[in-house]
């Protein structure tokens, strides 16, 4: 069975700063997704970003861009120039892409920014 | 609105009653997936639909809990004879699923709370 493992129950940054949020999974597997989505307070989960097990050119989309180390079977995240919308659960995610969607979750990491 | 929406958003029930949540996914979305969230934990997840078969429960899903889809389109999740550890989010989410790009990206409705007194 596939594992997902965030040690980093809260963090909080100052508005602008960069923050990284750690995630590590395990999987004997070679060809995966891993994701992570963003749950804001009383909202619905989103996702922030993608990766491919196969691509080796770490994702970025704007201000959020991975670290993805598959032989260590790490995937980070690193929000830059952080904002006061960005403060929510992020959780990290994986997909054994199997022709379906059934992904298994960390615990989640609460991001507070600070005005 | 077309995102994935779910009824009802808030759910108080006693102990041993039957409730009944609703999810309509994105309409052109061919999966549509059930997960738990309870407090403090990531989604975890419960059974999915391609169109209106069930293609697979976890363990998670007790015989007190069944899934719908009738017509491919929304569903329903019942849980009957409610416990307190029932208590949690009930999460629904939608895919394009066979026949769209492969992302592996769910979109995500805000969830149905559950609370058993």
């Known amino acids: 069975a596939q594992t997902v493992t965030q040690s980093q129950p809260e963090m909080s940054v100052q508005e602008a700063e960069t923050v990284t949020l750690s995630c590590t999974y395990d999987t004997s597997e070679n060809n995966y997704y891993l994701f992570w989505y963003k749950q804001p307070p009383s909202r619905q989960m989103i996702l922030v970003i993608r990766?491919?097990?196969?691509?080796?050119q770490n994702a970025t989309e704007n201000r959020f861009s991975v670290n993805f180390q598959k032989a260590a079977k790490s995937f980070s995240l690193k929000i830059s120039d952080s904002q006061l919308g960005d403060t929510a659960m992020y959780f990290c995610?994986?997909?054994?892409?199997?022709?379906?969607?059934?992904?298994?979750f960390g615990t989640g990491t609460r991001l507070t920014i600070i005005p | 609105d077309t995102g994935v929406s779910q009824d009802p958003r808030h759910k108080i029930t006693k102990r041993g009653q039957n409730v009944t949540f609703r999810c309509d996914p994105i309409s052109e979305h061919n999966r549509l997936y059930w997960y738990r969230q309870t407090l403090g934990q990531g989604p975890e997840f419960l059974t999915y639909?391609?169109?209106?078969?069930?293609?697979?429960k976890s363990r998670l899903l007790s015989d007190r809990f069944s899934a719908e889809r009738p017509k491919g389109s929304f569903s329903t999740l019942e849980i009957q004879r409610t416990e307190q550890g029932d208590s949690a989010m009930y999460l629904c989410?939608?895919?394009?699923?066979?026949?769209?790009?492969?992302?592996?990206?769910?979109?995500f409705g805000e969830g149905s709370r559950l609370t058993v007194l």
């Open positions: 989410a939608s895919s394009l699923g066979a026949g769209g790009p492969d992302t592996g990206e769910l979109f």
């Open positions: 990766q491919e097990a196969y691509k080796q």
């Open positions: 995610a994986f997909n054994l892409n199997f022709g379906n969607e059934k992904l298994t």
């Open positions: 639909f391609q169109n209106e078969a069930q293609l697979e």
